[in-house]
């Protein structure tokens, strides 16, 4: 079977503008479903594979190949499985191709996570350390301590901002003064823009 580049870089070039303008994906999350579809297409030239026709049994072929011979942990395996399913999806809608050959293959089984956090007892000692005012070093990095005590309370916000609302750390540290919501001088609430500029 034939690999045909030129119809798979359109359709590829086409699926990435709908996910960024119709569908409102990031730039990052386009960046890596163009790698991860280049990945695919590289394995099926490498296979003798022709990209519109193959099937589950191909996809699960791929799968192994990741985890085996390039030693790719399950959850980036289930990620680019992920990107196929909605290329095919997209592709069979725009009838590119005649089935979606991701939807029957079996996907490799995650290894369960248990989230971490802290108990009560860690929060409440490292909320004490944050607020005490006299372990501050009186010189860092050429900071006097007037501005490591600022430094410190900036700390002791964003912790308290993490505990009680359920952010992300990157979505914590995203924000700006402008995304908190004033009403006479109290902070009300605050405008969080999550994964998928959501």
């Known amino acids: 079977m034939n690999f045909d580049r030129d119809i798979f870089d359109a359709a590829r070039q086409e699926f990435l503008s709908h996910l ?10 386009c960046y890596s479903y163009h790698s991860d579809l280049g990945i695919w297409a590289a394995w099926l030239v490498e296979a003798g594979k022709d990209w519109q026709r193959v099937k589950a049994q191909d996809v699960e072929q791929f799968s192994a190949w990741m985890l ?30 005649e089935s979606d050959p991701v ?33 501050i070093p009186i010189n860092i990095f050429g900071q006097n301590k007037q501005q490591m005590t600022e430094t410190r309370r900036r700390y002791e916000l964003l912790f308290g901002l993490l505990l009680n609302s359920g ?27 999550g994964k998928g500029d959501k």
Do not use: M
């Open 20 to 29: 960024r303008y119709a569908r409102g994906h990031s730039p990052r999350t």
């Open 68 to 97: 085996r011979e390039r030693k790719v942990s399950a959850h980036i395996v289930n990620r680019r499985l992920s990107c196929l399913s909605s290329f095919y999806k997209w592709a069979l809608k725009h009838e590119i191709v």
């Open 103 to 135: 939807y029957l293959a079996d996907k490799p089984k995650r290894p369960l996570q248990i989230p971490v956090w802290l108990e009560t007892e860690e929060q409440a000692r490292l909320e004490a350390t944050i607020k005490n005012r006299e372990n």
């Open 167 to 193: 952010l992300r750390i990157g979505e914590a540290l995203a924000l700006k003064a402008a995304d908190v919501r004033w009403v006479a001088g109290t902070a009300k609430s605050v405008r969080v823009v």
